[in-house]
Nanobody, 126 residues
């Protein structure tokens, strides 16, 4: 059974940076595209970024493009999200997610991910 565990969230001032990590186990990591999603209070879960199984292809929401960078280390079975120039509107619970094994292409669609972490809180103070 696949497990995804996020870490790296916290409280940061606007303009600051955080790096989220997502450690995975129980699945052949490089055989799945991975993604980051977030959910702010009172709002639905939204796409943030995704990366292909090889790491060669990425996608970003317009709201984070140029500020966030997704990456993965297939040798360590770990997904990352480097977040720079953080804004108050980035405040949310951030979730990592995995597509099913064999689905190696990026997707921005929540329904195309079948495994989720428990989430890590990111709070940006203005």
């Amino acid at each position: 059974q696949v497990q995804l565990v996020e870490s790296g969230g916290g409280l940061v001032q606007a303009g600051g940076s955080l790096r989220l990590s997502c450690a995975t186990s129980g699945r052949y990591f490089s055989a799945s595209a991975m993604g980051w999603f977030r959910q702010a209070p009172g709002k639905g879960r939204e796409f943030v970024s995704a990366i292909s199984g090889s790491g060669g292809s990425t996608a970003y929401a317009e709201s984070v493009k140029g500020r966030f960078t997704i990456s993965r280390d297939n040798a360590k079975n770990t997904l990352y999200l480097q977040m720079n120039s953080l804004k108050a509107e980035d405040t949310a619970v951030y979730y990592c997610a995995a597509r099913p094994v064999g689905r190696t292409f990026v997707s921005t669609t929540i329904a195309e991910y079948d495994a989720w972490g428990q989430g890590t809180q990111v709070t940006v103070s203005s």
